[in-house]
């Protein structure tokens, strides 16, 4: 049987108050509610609660603030924070104010009710929490508020504090770098160098010079003693992109210096210690080229610490419009004409495929900014801009495709028709619809004709009429293609 305990849940929102108080009560806990800071500041003077569930815009204030005063009086209280402003400043907050969890919303009740079991479970130790203002979080550079980049931003705010490797996956342009850079600018490394090295960028023979450093006269053209990428990121971060590319004998030498903590130059025999945190990206399946024995997996384990998975773009298309709108900011800040998509626009952005992930989003908004005339970016500019083929030419949903036709339909009717009061258009549009519905359906299961009847939601009988009115012969909708 999980714990039980008391929790204040803190929610401007009566119904989230309400529904997430019940869900509490009915595993055992007792809880009190509250819809301000106030009301909550109140309640804590007299209830000593195992956990503080609390939104973060509340209508006398922000909600985070005071958790760490909160959480510095009462160590074994657990907070849970919910936010609407899912961003990775607010995940970043609260795990700084020393929040047990952040959930956005629309949050899972599921999710909820264990991440309260957890904080009962765990009933953590202060101290976690940094100390109140110390990062900079302006023009935080993560966009997006995808369920996708939730879990995400969640993950980076719990690696700002420590130093453990990070495996940044997904496919190119989706961020992975921008992902490293942020987990290097906000945390405890950011006054140190963050240095970056792409293997696929590099000739293989000059990997090892590059991240290791040479001695002079180690190979030709090695002119003086040159510090690799190791010794040039001191104190701070390196960010091995690509590390799938990476050549095996290299990956030994890297198994190495990760373990020892030393670095020792080509050529060179004097090892030097080194302090950096190694963020590793890759598009690769790792795993795979384990098995094509390509990969070392002591290296991966090494490396796979904590993995950072980022979606395709497609697969989070909640979030095109968003970065779309922003490089369209981005790029009127930099004193470019001002853009703005129109409807049709931002359908088209929606369906497209995104092969290129962000970046292609990006340099899409960037050439319009630069090329276009037109102030409203519109549907017909935009498909100017795509591949041949990348959207259909009718690629609006089916359902409006049949909207707009039979609008067609009646307003040609009528344009023609409007002498004659005594027309049937309901059931000459039903004609015309009718008789294709029962065919493609019949013709789907074979033309028998209960199970047809069940597809359509009609009785047999029904349906049965209607075929021999329409002069329809189910026999033959079997062969129909
Ligand atoms: N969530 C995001 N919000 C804002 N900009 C983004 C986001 N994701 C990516 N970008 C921008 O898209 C471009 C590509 O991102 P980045 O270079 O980090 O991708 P990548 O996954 O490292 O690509 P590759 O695998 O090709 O190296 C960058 O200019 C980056 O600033």
Same mark, same amino acid.
């Given at each position: ?49 195992? #956990? ?241 024995? $390509? ?18 773009? $497609? ?129 789907? #299961? ?36």
């Amino acid at each position: 049987m999980a714990a039980t305990g008391t929790i204040l849940v803190v929610d401007d929102d009566p119904a989230i108050c309400v529904v997430v108080g019940e869900a509490l009560r009915r595993q055992g806990h007792k809880v009190k509610t509250a819809g301000s800071i106030r009301e909550r500041a109140a309640l804590m003077d007299s209830f000593t609660p195992d #956990v503080l569930i609390t939104d973060v815009m509340l209508p006398d204030g922000d909600g985070l603030d005071g958790v760490a005063d909160i959480i510095a009086a009462r160590p074994a209280l657990s907070v849970i924070i919910l936010s609407a402003q899912n961003t990775l400043n607010t995940a970043i907050r609260a795990t700084e104010k020393g929040a047990f969890e952040y959930l956005p919303k629309p949050f899972d009740l599921n999710e909820l009710t264990r991440a309260v079991s957890d904080a009962l479970g765990t009933r953590h130790e202060a101290g976690g929490a940094a100390e109140e203002g110390g990062l900079p979080h302006d023009g935080l550079p993560l966009v997006g508020r995808s369920p996708a980049m939730q879990e995400v931003y969640r993950t980076i705010a719990r690696v700002l504090s420590n130093d453990l490797s990070i495996l940044v996956l997904g496919e190119s342009g989706t961020g992975k770098e921008l992902v490293a850079e942020a987990i290097h600018s906000l945390g405890q490394r950011r006054t140190k160098p963050f240095v970056a090295i792409n293997m696929a960028a590099i000739p293989r023979e000059l990997i090892e010079a590059e991240l290791f450093g040479y001695e002079k006269g180690a190979f030709t053209g090695a002119h003086a003693r040159t510090a690799g990428k190791f010794e040039q990121a001191q104190g701070g971060t390196l960010f091995l992109d690509e590390i799938g590319d990476m050549p095996m004998e290299a990956q030994t030498r890297l198994l190495r210096v990760l373990q020892s903590g030393e670095v020792t130059t080509v050529g060179g025999s004097k090892p030097v210690r080194v302090n950096v945190r190694i963020i590793a990206a890759t598009n690769k399946h790792l795993p795979q080229l384990i098995e094509e024995n $390509r990969f070392r997996q002591d290296l991966y384990y090494r490396l796979n610490v904590v993995p950072i998975a980022l979606p395709a773009l $497609r697969e989070r298309r909640e979030d095109v419009i968003l970065l779309a709108r922003h490089f369209l900011e981005r790029a009127a800040q930099e004193g470019l004409p001002r853009k703005t998509l129109a409807d049709d626009a931002t359908q088209l952005l929606m369906v497209y495929h995104w092969p290129g992930n962000v970046r292609e989003l990006q340099n899409m908004m960037q050439r319009l900014a630069v090329l276009s005339r037109e102030n409203v970016i519109t549907g017909e500019i935009l498909r100017n801009m795509l591949p041949m083929d990348a959207v259909p030419a009718d690629y609006a949903a089916p359902a409006d495709h049949l909207a707009h036709a039979v609008r067609d339909w009646a307003r040609r009717q009528l344009g023609v028709g409007i002498g004659q009061p005594n027309r049937n258009l309901h059931d000459d549009l039903l004609a015309v619809i009718e008789p294709i519905l029962l065919q493609e359906v019949l013709a789907t #299961v074979d033309g028998n004709q209960i199970r047809a009847a069940g597809l359509l939601g009609i009785n047999r009988n029904t349906l049965r009429k209607k075929l021999t009115d329409y002069g329809l012969d189910p026999l033959q909708l079997r062969l129909t293609d």
